[in-house]
């Protein structure tokens, strides 16, 4: 049980400060420093790293677990079985693991692996390599660890690799020794299997060292423009000579929890200026999608207005869009996309990646616990953002498509919780369905319990509140209840917890003397408020709303309030002040933002 209540403030690599509630608010820090330099023939790459890691925790820390991603893929490895025995394997992954050659797959070494200068002992188990410690880090004490890592970057097949499908050289991401979360539910040592992520917030420091010809894009602010050139300069115009056949690019990354980076000799390499003055936008793409890039940078510029409004300001200076990858995927201050798309795909893959540098890359929920948290949010925002910016004749109910298909899959039976660890899905698509659509309708449909007012208002205090920090749900759930002063606690429990379904219907409407009686029933497990709307034979129509008990709170102008419907009653009983011959309509949810699962039985029609 998630025992982490309300928190207050806290900044990044100072100790503890005690909040509401039984327990105090921590989260590790790291300090990376790392050399790398890329054989651009072979694939092959070798570099040093440095880290100094923080232990804020109130535990004493006897081991530690590196990630060594580029390991899956590898023929027989998990993330290759895995794709291989689901029942819908990605079809980016399918088997093309088990068929790569030695000098196509990916793998990740450490070597001369100490702390504090002291030969420490590990042991690669899959993707993860397991340190035990020489001396045990003590709560509030720092180490540093040093090591050597030789690695192969793989054939392009999933977010990672060389020579993907639109020849992009290199798409870096995940390529480092990345050491593993630690927090209150303990390590996060978990095997890739081509899912999602976790990382320590810190600071990284970067030298990658390349073919000259290679222009460089990804996480962290470039600190020699002006000796690497490719566009970074202040004059651009200007030539950069250098007569080594390699070049050092030097990026420094605050406050982020990964670092990114993708490399090609024919990026080309454009700035915008966001309408605010605050943040330059990077573009990196090939010649042969140039057109459809040049458009990209007017309206990724709008995106950066948007979101920065509708959630919060956007902290770094910079954010790079750059294409690579296999569709797209989210790092810190840059996204890889696919470019080679129809211009309408190339826009809507980047409103969502985009968007996720609020929701995981500063809103740093767990992805593999808790994927909803950063995809459904991320869902709605970019699907709110693309409805309300690009479309001609935008829609109220923008994620119609969303709740049509999440209906469609609770009503199949193969319906898992939300609280499924990212990897224990028994179908991709079950996956999909509750990170992406269930998550985002999570969302909405707080709208619909609480009012768009109040959700605007959520979102902002909830970014405000847990920015460079890792929310788990209940936070999220504590920061919407302090808005609107509604008891939610309910809500979080059934739709993330269960698979309880939401269907209301009208069972029944009799004519007592000037009224109308209908008896309404609730035949899914999981409760709701109700918004009743009545229409008249005359034109006119009345909204009545019936409050849920264990909310203890009304929807401020949702309609004429009832008396409240406590969940354990099966049915209800609401009195309309007019005759039926009257009435032409009686319709449970006219905004359809409730996710009732059996819509046919909520209309009834005279």
Do not use: C
């Not at 294409?323 to 989210?330: A, F, P, V, W, Y």
């Amino acid at each position: 049980m998630d025992t982490r209540f309300s928190f207050l403030f806290f900044f990044i690599g100072s100790m503890m400060i005690f909040a509401q509630g039984n327990q105090s608010y921590w989260q590790q820090h790291v300090d990376y420093k790392m050399e790398v330099e890329m054989n651009t023939k072979n694939y092959r790459y070798s570099g040093k790293q440095e880290l100094v890691y923080t232990n804020n925790s109130p535990d004493t820390l006897h081991q530690v677990f590196y990630h060594l991603y580029y390991n899956a893929f590898q023929p027989g490895s998990e993330m290759d079985v895995r794709s291989r025995t689901i029942a819908d394997p990605d079809s980016r992954v399918m088997d093309r693991i088990s068929k790569l050659d030695k000098d196509e797959i990916g793998f990740l070494k450490i070597e001369n692996l100490k702390q504090n200068g002291k030969s420490v002992e590990g042991k690669t188990v899959g993707t993860i390599y397991q340190v035990k410690l020489a001396k045990p880090i003590l709560p509030g004490e720092k180490t540093t660890f040093t090591l050597d890592f030789n690695g192969q970057v793989p054939q392009q097949i999933r977010r990672a690799g060389r020579n993907n499908a639109e020849g992009i050289a290199l798409s870096m991401s995940q390529w480092y020794p990345k050491l593993s979360e630690y927090d209150y539910q303990g390590w996060h040592a978990d095997p890739y299997i081509a899912r999602e992520f976790h990382g320590v917030w810190g600071n990284f420091d970067v030298k990658i060292t390349i073919d000259k010809d290679y222009v460089v894009g990804g996480t962290g602010y470039l600190q020699n423009p002006e000796e690497v050139g490719h566009g970074y300069q202040k004059n651009p115009n200007k030539k950069v000579k250098n007569k080594e056949k390699k070049l050092t690019w030097h990026f420094v990354a605050p406050e982020v929890h990964d670092f990114m980076w993708a490399a090609d000799p024919e990026y080309i390499h454009d700035q915008k200026i966001t309408a605010d003055g605050k943040t330059t936008l990077h573009f990196l793409y090939k010649p042969k999608v140039q057109e459809n890039w040049k458009k990209l940078q007017e309206d990724a510029a709008k995106l950066y207005d948007y979101f920065s409004k509708h959630v919060g300001p956007y902290p770094y200076d910079q954010y790079s869009i750059i294409q690579g990858g296999d569709g797209g995927m989210e790092y810190a201050m840059a996204t890889l996309v696919n470019g080679d798309k129809k211009y309408g795909s190339v826009l809507g893959t980047t409103a969502h990646e985009f968007a996720h540098s609020w929701f995981h890359m500063i809103l740093a929920s767990n992805e593999t616990t808790n994927p909803w948290m950063d995809e459904g949010f991320t869902s709605y925002i970019s699907m709110k953002a693309m409805n309300d910016l690009f479309e001609e004749n935008p829609k109220d109910h923008f994620l119609e498509g969303y709740y049509n298909a999440y209906i469609n899959h609770a009503n199949s039976g193969n319906e898992q919780p939300e609280t499924t660890h990212s990897d224990r899905y028994a179908t991709n698509n079950a996956y999909s369905i509750n990170a992406y659509v269930k998550g985002a309708i999570f969302v909405e449909q707080l709208g619909y319990l609480v009012g768009q007012e109040n959700l605007t208002k959520i979102l902002h205090r909830y970014y405000d509140e847990w920015k460079f920090k890792h929310p788990t749900p209940n936070d999220f759930i504590r920061v919407a209840e302090k808005v609107t002063g509604a008891e939610l606690q309910w809500y979080l429990t059934d739709w993330i917890g269960t698979t309880n379904t939401i269907d209301y219907g009208i069972e029944d409407v009799k004519a007592e003397e000037n009224q109308t009686k209908v008896t309404l029933k609730r035949n899914g497990l999981m409760p709701m408020p109700l918004e009743v709307k009545v229409t008249y034979k005359n034109g006119n129509s009345e909204d009545y709303y019936i409050p849920l008990r264990m909310m203890y709170w009304n929807k401020p102008n949702a309609g004429k309030i009832q008396k409240d419907w406590a969940w354990a009653y099966p049915t209800y009983e609401l009195m309309i002040d007019k005759p039926e011959d009257e009435i032409e309509k009686i319709e449970i949810d006219p905004s359809q933002r409730m996710a009732d699962i059996n819509r046919m039985n909520n209309i009834f029609k005279f």
